[in-house]
């Protein structure tokens, strides 16, 4: 959190923490003024309590507000007298420097600086920032932090508010008039259980949420839909809960045909998921459901110089990759752990997700084929027990491989190895092909709920309630 309590306009229960002399002053502001009506239900009834940071482009901030806005000065408990209209707020030594469109300094401030609606209903009233990544128009308040050389801009609002923006940018608004309105309600409640999570869990600093896919991608008011509206709207306040507390409802696009654990993509596990089957999301379609949407299969050609490049932006040095090997899988088919051997002797094991995001590809349930690139193989296969290392001199730094289903067991390096399997010392075709292919299937890391599964579920007459059990399974829906 940048800043004191003070600059913490609402605490995470929805509280207003600032003092009610503060709230007082606001008051008496306004009737001195008699500018503005005043609403005896201004500190009450409203539940602004999500903070979202939005992505800016630029160290300033261009904002627009109308009537319904004023500029309060949080450090100093002041109202700016600035008027609707448009603004360029921008960080200058320290402090928050208001200009005009002429460039004309209008104020200065120490900040933290609130846009604050003068009129409940809170969420109703809407700003406009020009230079925002995703938006242009947000709904609530914002407050604007000095953070740095720049600024944070944070969009303070209540959570059904932010989920109306939420739902359409991570789930098309239109399968809704298409029989897959159970499936966004599903998404719905997912969306709002994964906000009341994070709200909790301060994975960022100075808001609970930020605007990209690392939390859930939220676009203000403009990305809002009739259809994802009345999803938000039927399930609201209900969220997912697991031993009376609110689970981490993690989703994604698609499993590929298999849902996954947790700890198998990451390290963490959870009692509220499952590794099984998902015939809804399959792409082979084995239910043979009409209409069915599929995500298609995917497939990727590296070559060995990208891979290798692909690898050392990512700090990973082992020279130009001479050969990877799926070293272990989970029983989904996902990929536990890969072995790539580099041209200067270095072996490097990456596991699960750090695989995937190493490789750059779009899941962690993929094939990899052409994958010896050349004449570094060499497979070992005799009776097992412990070999001296003489026998085998040609074999350092090899592969010892299975003769029966070449999976990789472990590189030979030191005075002693172990060789696995029961046949003869051979070795398997070598392949001079200058590209791997990987081929896979889904979309995202496979937890939780998928987004293709619910939208076929729905399609097949699920309901939401069936839908987030088949895919949170134990976790119960209640209204928070
Ligand atoms: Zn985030």
Request: proline share 4%; with cysteine; hydrophobic share 35%.
């Amino acid at each position: 959190m940048v800043g004191t309590k003070r600059s913490n306009w609402c605490d995470r229960k929805g509280r207003n923490v600032y003092s009610v002399w503060m709230v007082l002053l606001f008051l008496m502001f306004v009737c001195l003024l008699q500018l503005l009506p005043v609403h005896s239900s201004f500190s009450a009834g409203y539940n602004a309590d999500l903070r979202v940071g939005i992505s800016i482009i630029g160290d300033h901030l261009e904002l627009s507000f109308g009537d319904e806005y004023c500029l309060f000065d949080v450090v100093s408990g002041e109202f700016l007298p600035l008027n609707a209209g448009r603004y360029k707020i921008l960080p200058v030594k320290s402090r928050i420097e208001i200009c005009d469109l002429r460039g004309e300094n209008r104020a200065s401030v120490e900040g933290p600086l609130f846009l604050q609606p003068v009129e409940l209903p809170f969420a109703d009233s809407s700003f406009q920032l020009h230079n925002a990544l995703y938006g242009l128009e947000y709904r609530g308040a914002l407050e604007i932090i000095p953070e740095g050389k720049g600024l944070l801009a944070v969009n303070v609002l209540d959570l059904e508010s932010y989920l109306l923006s939420v739902l359409p940018a991570e789930m098309p608004a239109f399968w809704g008039n298409d029989g897959g309105m159970e499936a966004l309600k599903a998404q719905a409640i997912a969306a709002r259980t994964f906000a009341h999570f994070n709200r909790e869990a301060r994975r960022h600093s100075g808001y609970h949420l930020c605007d990209q896919e690392h939390c859930q991608v939220y676009k203000g008011k403009g990305a809002e839909n009739p259809c994802t509206d009345r999803a938000v709207r039927e399930t609201s306040g209900k969220v997912l809960t697991y031993g009376g507390r609110i689970i981490e409802a993690f989703y994604h696009a698609s499993n590929g045909g298999f849902t996954e654990l947790s700890q198998n993509v990451w390290q963490k596990s959870s009692p509220y998921l499952a590794s099984v089957p998902d015939p809804y999301d399959d792409p082979d379609n084995p239910l043979g459901l009409p209409g069915f949407m599929r995500c298609s299969p995917w497939k990727v050609t590296l070559s060995r110089q990208i891979l290798s490049a692909r690898l050392a932006e990512k700090g990973y040095n082992i020279g130009e990759v001479e050969r990877i090997d799926i070293v272990s899988s989970f029983a989904s088919g996902r990929v536990e752990e890969i072995a790539l051997q580099g041209k200067s002797g270095k072996t490097l094991f990456l596991t699960k997700e750090d695989a995937r995001v190493a490789l750059g590809l779009e899941s962690q349930l993929y094939s990899i084929s052409g994958s010896t690139w050349g004449a570094q193989l060499c497979a070992v296969s005799a009776k097992s027990g412990a070999e001296k290392k003489e026998n085998f001199s040609d074999l350092e730094g090899k592969w010892v491989v299975n003769g029966h289903n070449n999976q990789m067991k472990s590189v030979l390096h030191g005075s002693k190895f172990f060789v696995h399997g029961d046949k003869e010392k051979g070795s398997i075709p070598r392949t001079s092909s200058a590209s791997l292919v990987f081929e896979g299937r889904g979309r995202g890391h496979g937890i939780g709920m998928s987004q293709y599964g619910a939208y076929n579920r729905s399609r097949a007459g699920h309901t939401c309630r069936e839908i987030l059990s088949f895919y949170y399974p134990g976790a119960e829906i209640v209204v928070r």
